[in-house]
């Protein structure tokens, strides 16, 4: 039955298996054997060369859209990388992640001064005073070079920042995975190089659905395989690691910050992070307790340490980010912040921020498998979205009802 089904021609490509076929039919035995010999004979002839394909998988080949971002010296000043989300930009195809238009030129005349002088020159009060225009004619001033000239971005981060909504979700299924252990988790294990600080940033309102459990467990085994290291002569330049609680502005004021910081370490504890440098409570809305904040980030990192922003989607990484910019040098960064989960899809270097050649790095939002809100649509997650103080209810149960 096997010999019917396949045709000579088609047995060609399972020549390279070795396999063996026993049949009780003398009949098909000598019809197989007649077409393997086919096969052999098809194989051998040069013209069927180029037709063989082995069996064996191909090798799988790069992601034509990475996520890696400009986090590489070595590659980044030859890549064009949105300063909003950190994808890898192109303006071919708007059906492709990272699609940008180029802003035409404007002229020096794009909005000229209106000449408010009277066309003939009146003795007494000139018909231009009545109508209230005061203004004498002033000369238009050349503009300068703008300080904080407006960041080229793609559509994606456009549509974003002014709409707050993706343009276009179809896009981002181009993108492949967030590599986390391949990018980023083989440089926190790493002893060697320049010391990491982990800025762990977990969402204030949804505290165990914002906190990166997988990321507390692997630099805690780091922690603690290589704290000892320096003893046995080896390098022990182990990871620094932060917690930071952001959107407590969103807490009711009545919380006190002494419990609130206890119950943040031990739940933090029960989820993998037992090596907490320190904890800090912040607000990037209302900028509370970031300059403590960026004082310690300053200590640990020294002037040559490398600062990781890493926690779940739209627990505040780039908007912690952004405010930490305004506090140190009045920088304004051009992170986009949206309440979209995924906002970020690259890895982002942010440079001027920190003192020294120390560099601060905006992280893609890790997935959670106990976070909601990115298993719900846009309409949805708008429902569900916590932008005001959260207000205790206290319900009072009588005895006598049993439902």
Known sequence: MFA???SPSRLKFLFPLPFTIASRNPHQTSLLQFSLFSATKLFQDPKHQTKYRPFSSETKKLSKF?????YDESTAPHLLICPGCGVHMQESDPKLPGYF???SAKSIDYKPQINRQPIAEEPEISNSLKRGNLQELVEPEIPGPNPNPKPLVCVRCHSLRHYGKVKDASVENLLPDFDFDHTIGRKLVTTSGTRSIVLMVVDASDFDGSFPRKVAKLVSESIDENSAAWKHGKSGNVPR??????KIDLLP???SPTHLEHWVRQRAREGGANKLTSVHLVSSFRDWGVKNLVVDVCQLAGARGNVWAIGAQNAGKSTLI???GKHVSGKVTQLTEAPVPGT???IIRVEGVLPGKAKLFDTPGLLHPHQITTRLTREEQKLVHVSKELRPRTYRIKVSINH
């Open 4 to 6: 019917r089904k396949l």
């Open 101 to 103: 238009i180029k802003p």
């Open 241 to 246: 690691v932060v917690l930071v609680v952001t």
């Open 322 to 324: 952004n405010s930490i």
């Open 253 to 255: 004021p009545s919380l």
């Open 66 to 70: 990475p996520r890696d971002g400009n």
């Open 344 to 346: 970020t899809l690259g």
